[in-house]
């Protein structure tokens, strides 16, 4: 697919992709729904003001929707709606685009509404309601299990039966590029000692976790499960998350109701929503396939192709220092597809809105320095090597993680652009 | 406290109290705010459009916060203001009112603007961000902790130095008198058997919890703790809840990251807030003193007094039958106060905001028949009898749970109302 823009070969958001995400600048002070395109974000609501979805009947009586400051009531629209501005803002930016007066020709409009991605402030793309992150990535599950409990009982019974979750904190969900200061809490200084006996702390073992997540577009109401065969339609589209972890305050405080500090702090995603359809070229089988007899029918899907071929990465880098990339992995290291999460999720009768937004869990890989956590790559006893010489069990102050994924080949990237946060020192606090 | 109102005596909503909520009826058809004041609830919408704020100039500058679906606005002005608001509001309905002409002797007012509480619809109070619930009740977590693993080790080592917690779903978070479908998923019909293989199937083991919750006021910044001796003023109010359960989905479900579906189905609140304020007679030393030196700086209240003494009841009814108060409870049986849940949820920099919902945990005594769920009081095992004769293991369809809660004395009770769930059938799915 070739546009008669200048995109780069390298781009995560080729002409392939066309994300979905909310911008300010200095010359737009509210923010506006935009899509992202090579270099440049597109802004919607300036497009659509100019006329510029005119050629798309089915948008026409929902054009209030790029004047809106998050994307949840584009995203209720739903999937076909969602499918048909996609491809028609590619059609208008395609080289060969049968519609030239749009845009490609307009050169003022062009300056008005083209702008610079490095010009621009990414902004949280939806008002979440509620975040559940799940636990999908089986090696991850079976690298702590074995940490925990040895390789013999490393996963749970209920672990391949149904895709584990937990409720998380939608309030300190961030953007890209938010800065995370270093929580603290209560921490045992020696887990050994008898009676344990918490001190008060800077964490001393905080730590990432390489996800996916993914927006809810059209609610179901209380008490009426989706159905397993429809639950993809109810999926907007996905992001890179870093679920950031306070692995000391975790261990101690997570018995028996799971992590609540050790996660609550900040949870950082990449501000362009990459299109559930985009995805679809990508399409794989997983670890197991999607309509395996194993799973209880409401989890099981039609076709074995439960998974996406997105190879994700995890970068590094000390204040000041150079870049590292410090593992390797690929969306296809998740034991559940997100139909079937979110077909699990609303199982009970749980209401899912608009807006809500869902992890897959930590996606590591089998391999050495394919994990998606410092805690499964050190297990805080062997270091890894950053590229200045220095090394890291857990993370310091001052270092920034990058996480990256893109499917495609080169020209043709369908990514999600960059997972920035960088560690500040923990807040002076006085008691 | 006396009022030129009629106030029944055993009244919930003496004149001591001035509960806020969200109301609508067959003449109001949008969402107003609203007090109950024993059989009533006073439209403040109303109220303020007619003068009725006229003689407190703390309010002038906001009264467009009556004038909202919801009580966010209201909430967010802060402790002060719902403070001289609430006073306001006991002189202009007090007996000898200084104020007789805004109200007690304007029958057309009247009219217009006191609603029996019979011809309203309670909505829920405040539009709800997060919700979080804690394990706060003592004797709970030890009844639970002694069904699991026995009496020596019943109590987690974390269990005195931390409100364990952890972050539960908003979204189904419902008013009283909403019915609750019975939940389905992932069951052990035989927990025994190895491996262990699930069966699909309406829960078997639907439970209660009697709880607390809290609404918070003031929101915190990302990465900035609210300190213990601020927290009370980060409060709102408080409401009674019922926290669904599903003990045989969670059994299963639960490891290792804490309750999910077990919990997300449904969870019930009284629709009156009661503002932190109200309850402030009835502070008690709880179970340990508040400020005890086992507890962290960041936990250590400057008093004493960290609970409540406020009377709790559960109330089972099969259909068509006779009502039995199955437990009496207290609010005395938490071990750690709001403030200390508030301080600690921030503790690691998370952010709280307006109409966010913090619960207790279900508040149990150390008796029999005190206790806040079915599984404390039967394990499955020793039914309770029910006043038609019937028994009860867990929660059989048409059943009508009732939770009450009342401070103080006859003709000033500080109460709650009921908070009201009828158990429906499960739904029917085709898979």
Same mark, same amino acid.
């Given at each position: 697919?070739?546009?008669?823009?200048?995109?780069?070969?390298?781009?995560?958001?080729?002409?392939? =992709?066309?994300?979905?995400?909310?911008?300010?600048?200095?010359?737009?002070?509210?923010?506006?729904?935009?899509?992202?395109?090579?270099?440049?974000?597109?802004?919607?609501?300036?497009?659509?003001?100019?006329?510029?979805?005119?050629?798309?009947?089915?948008?026409?009586?929902?054009?209030?929707?790029?004047?809106?400051?998050?994307?949840?009531?584009? /995203?209720?629209?739903?999937?076909?709606?969602?499918?048909?501005?996609?491809?028609?803002?590619?059609?208008?930016?395609?080289?060969?685009?049968?519609?030239?007066?749009?845009?490609?020709?307009?050169?003022?409009?062009?300056?008005?509404?083209?702008?610079?991605?490095?010009?621009?402030?990414?902004?949280?793309?939806?008002?979440?309601?509620?975040?559940?992150?799940?636990?999908?990535?089986?090696?991850?599950?079976?690298?702590?299990?074995?940490?925990?409990?040895?390789?013999?009982?490393?996963?749970?019974?209920?672990?391949?039966?149904?895709?584990?979750?937990?409720?998380?904190?939608?309030?300190?969900?961030?953007?890209?590029?938010?800065?995370?200061?270093?929580?603290?809490?209560?921490?045992?200084?020696?887990?050994?000692?008898?009676?344990?006996?918490?001190?008060?702390?800077?964490?001393?073992?905080?730590?990432?976790?390489?996800?996916?997540?993914?927006?809810?577009?059209?609610?179901?109401?209380?008490?009426?499960?989706?159905?397993?065969?429809?639950?993809?339609?109810?999926?907007?589209?996905?992001?890179?998350? =870093?679920?950031?972890?306070?692995?000391?305050?975790?261990?101690?405080?997570?018995?028996?109701?799971?992590?609540?500090?050790?996660?609550?702090?900040?949870?950082?995603?990449?501000?362009?929503?990459?299109?559930?359809?985009?995805?679809?070229?990508?399409?794989?089988?997983?670890?197991?396939?999607?309509?395996?007899?194993?799973?209880?029918?409401?989890?099981?899907?039609?076709?074995?192709?439960?998974?996406?071929?997105?190879?994700?990465?995890?970068?590094?880098?000390?204040?000041?220092?150079?870049?590292?990339?410090?593992?390797?992995?690929?969306?296809?290291?998740?034991?559940?597809?997100?139909?079937?999460?979110?077909?699990?999720?609303?199982?009970?009768?749980?209401?899912?809105?608009?807006?809500?937004?869902?992890?897959?869990?930590?996606?590591?890989?089998?391999?050495?320095?394919? #994990?998606?956590?410092?805690? #499964?790559?050190?297990?805080?006893?062997?270091?890894?090597?950053? /590229?200045?010489?220095?090394?890291?069990?857990?993370?310091?102050?001052?270092?920034?993680?990058?996480?990256?994924?893109?499917?495609?080949? #080169?020209?043709?990237?369908?990514?999600?652009?960059?997972?920035?946060?960088?560690?500040?020192?923990?807040?002076?606090? /006085?008691?």
């Amino acid at each position: 697919m070739a546009s008669w823009l200048q995109i780069p070969k390298n781009s995560p958001f080729s002409l392939a =992709n066309i994300p979905f995400g909310i911008i300010s600048s200095s010359k737009i002070t509210s923010r506006v729904p935009a899509i992202a395109i090579g270099d440049y974000a597109l802004n919607l609501n300036v497009f659509a003001s100019s006329g510029g979805f005119s050629q798309l009947p089915a948008i026409q009586s929902h054009l209030d929707v790029f004047n809106q400051p998050t994307l949840n009531a584009f /995203a209720a629209l739903g999937r076909s709606v969602h499918r048909q501005v996609r491809e028609y803002i590619q059609k208008v930016l395609g080289a060969d685009t049968p519609y030239p007066q749009l845009l490609k020709d307009n050169t003022s409009l062009q300056k008005e509404a083209l702008l610079p991605l490095s010009e621009v402030t990414n902004h949280l793309p939806m008002q979440i309601g509620d975040y559940t992150d799940f636990y999908a990535g089986l090696n991850h599950a079976y690298n702590i299990g074995v940490l925990f409990r040895g390789p013999d009982n490393a996963l749970q019974p209920n672990y391949k039966h149904l895709p584990v979750a937990y409720h998380g904190r939608a309030s300190s969900v961030v953007p890209s590029g938010t800065p995370i200061h270093r929580p603290q809490g209560q921490i045992l200084a020696n887990p050994a000692a008898d009676p344990k006996v918490p001190t008060f702390s800077p964490c001393k073992r905080l730590d990432i976790e390489l996800e996916l997540a993914f927006f809810v577009s059209q609610p179901n109401d209380l008490g009426k499960p989706v159905h397993i065969n429809n639950a993809e339609d109810h999926i907007f589209g996905v992001v890179l998350m =870093n679920d950031w972890s306070a692995r000391d305050i975790q261990a101690w405080e997570y018995v028996p109701l799971g992590p609540f500090n050790a996660k609550n702090f900040g949870t950082t995603i990449t501000p362009w929503v990459v299109l559930i359809d985009a995805l679809e070229p990508f399409r794989t089988t997983g670890i197991e396939p999607g309509n395996r007899d194993s799973l209880l029918p409401y989890l099981r899907e039609k076709r074995a192709e439960n998974a996406y071929d997105i190879p994700l990465e995890v970068e590094v880098t000390n204040a000041g220092g150079k870049p590292t990339v410090i593992s390797h992995s690929n969306a296809k290291n998740l034991l559940y597809s997100f139909p079937q999460m979110l077909a699990h999720h609303t199982i009970t009768g749980c209401n899912l809105n608009t807006g809500d937004l869902l992890g897959s869990g930590t996606i590591s890989g089998k391999d050495k320095q394919t #994990e998606g956590s410092f805690l #499964e790559q050190t297990n805080g006893k062997t270091p890894i090597k950053l /590229a200045d010489g220095s090394e890291r069990f857990f993370l310091e102050d001052g270092d920034t993680v990058i996480l990256r994924g893109a499917a495609g080949t #080169e020209g043709n990237y369908v990514g999600f652009g960059d997972c920035v946060g960088t560690i500040l020192p923990a807040v002076k606090l /006085a008691f």
